[in-house]
């Protein structure tokens, strides 16, 4: 079965950062193009970052270029997402999702972890 499974999230002040991680299971990471997804109340789901498979290939949002970065563990078959400089507009929750034939921050990809809650508050 193949499995994606978020975490890292939690609540954090103002420029605060946090790691989340998006570990797989069932299925090598390899190959597949990532990207972190957040969706705050009442907004849609908007695209934050991708790497594609290879990880040769990374996109971010207007709003956290230079902000988050995403990177890969090949051993541990998880790709986080490194966030810094966190803004309270940046709540979410954040998902990961995994595609072999798409990437994108706009791309539809076809599996999906649960989610984790990121909340940026003082």
């Known amino acids: 079965q193949l499995q994606l499974v978020e975490s890292g999230g939690g609540l954090v002040q103002p420029g605060g950062s946090l790691r989340l991680s998006c570990t797989a299971s069932?299925?090598?990471?390899?190959?597949?193009?990532i990207g972190w997804f957040r969706q705050a109340p009442g907004k849609e789901r908007e695209g934050v970052s991708f790497s594609t498979g290879s990880g040769g290939n990374k996109g971010y949002a207007d709003s956290v270029k230079g902000l988050f970065t995403i990177y890969r563990d090949t051993d541990n078959n998880t790709v986080y997402l490194e966030m810094n400089s966190l803004k309270p507009e940046d709540t979410a929750v954040y998902y990961c999702a995994a595609d072999y034939f798409v990437y994108g921050l706009y791309a539809t990809y076809d599996y999906w972890g649960q989610g984790t809650q990121v909340t940026v508050s003082s």
């Open positions: 069932g299925f090598s990471l390899d190959n597949f193009a």
